[in-house]
């Protein structure tokens, strides 16, 4: 049996957003600039994270445009 001991994930949240000008290109929902953040986990246990805003899409969350 094979044991994995590095369980690496990512994740990824929206911390504020607000509604902006703009169409998203794949689903043609309307677009908000965000606060992202993402924290990179390794074994659940944090060790990287940065902050970004972005312009995704509220209805599909598709980033647009990252700063
Ligand atoms: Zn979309």
Known sequence: MVCFCFLVDQTRKI?????VAGICSRCGGGA???DV???TRVCYV???WKSWRA????F???I???Y
């Open 55 to 58: 312009i995704i899409c509220t």
């Open 64 to 66: 647009l445009r990252s």
């Open 32 to 34: 908000s600039v965000a």
């Open 15 to 19: 911390q504020r957003s607000k509604p």
């Open 60 to 62: 599909c969350g598709a």
């Open 46 to 48: 944090p060790f990287y």
């Open 37 to 39: 953040k993402s924290c």
